[in-house]
């Protein structure tokens, strides 16, 4: 487990200047016993801390004032729309929208993930948590008819995430690309840099 932590962190520091870096580290940190209460409150005690964590840092690299170009906000990058959608389902446990506050919103993601979790199912967590990040980022509606193309071409149930992560059912190529990559670099890439917080769900597993 070392080596492979060893490994990534080598990895993420050609990826990313050692200054930069430092700052993202510094950041996690600030936000870290946050993130811990809100995945424990969602999740229990066993909760995925370092996919949550992963998570987090490849939406907003843990600024809780960051702005997407196409209107993405905060910590966890909420669409306006989608963080009034939360605070609406959930009015006991969230309160009115914030998705510049970074409590609410890692509270939020995580009940959304929570949320994206109970309609997704695969033989593994890891598969499973695929899908839930895939729908995180690009809409539940896609990885639904991605699964449905995926079975039309004779795929077998229950799907697993390398079923379906092939296939394309009518997303433009940009934007097909850049959600089946957030699955990747999330599970892949920077869940093990969150080891030591806690549980990974694809921890050991090939994704």
Wanted: glycine share 6%.
């Amino acid at each position: 487990m070392r080596l492979i932590v060893l490994i990534t962190s080598l990895a993420l520091l050609a990826y990313c200047p050692v200054n930069a870096w430092a700052d993202v580290t510094s950041a996690a940190e600030r936000h870290r016993n946050t993130l811990v209460r809100a995945a424990r409150f969602g999740f229990g005690m066993d909760a995925p801390i370092a996919t949550l964590a992963a998570q987090v840092h490849q939406e907003s690299r843990w600024q809780p004032n960051a702005q997407s170009p196409v209107g993405a906000q905060g910590i966890a990058q909420f669409m306006p729309a989608t963080a009034d959608w939360m605070a609406e389902i959930y009015p006991n446990s969230l309160g009115p929208a914030q998705p510049f506050n970074p409590g609410w919103a890692l509270r939020a993601m995580v009940q959304y993930d929570k949320w994206l979790l109970a309609r997704v199912s695969a033989p593994c967590e890891c598969s499973q948590w695929a899908m839930v990040l895939a729908a995180y980022n690009g809409g539940l509606g896609w990885v639904y008819r991605d699964s449905d193309a995926a079975r039309a071409l004779g795929a077998r149930e229950p799907l697993a995430w390398r079923d379906i992560e092939h296939h394309n059912a009518g997303r433009s190529a940009a934007n097909f690309k850049e959600n089946r990559h957030y699955v990747r670099v999330v599970l892949t890439r920077f869940e093990p840099q969150y080891a030591h917080w806690g549980r990974g769900v694809c921890t050991g597993v090939t994704l």
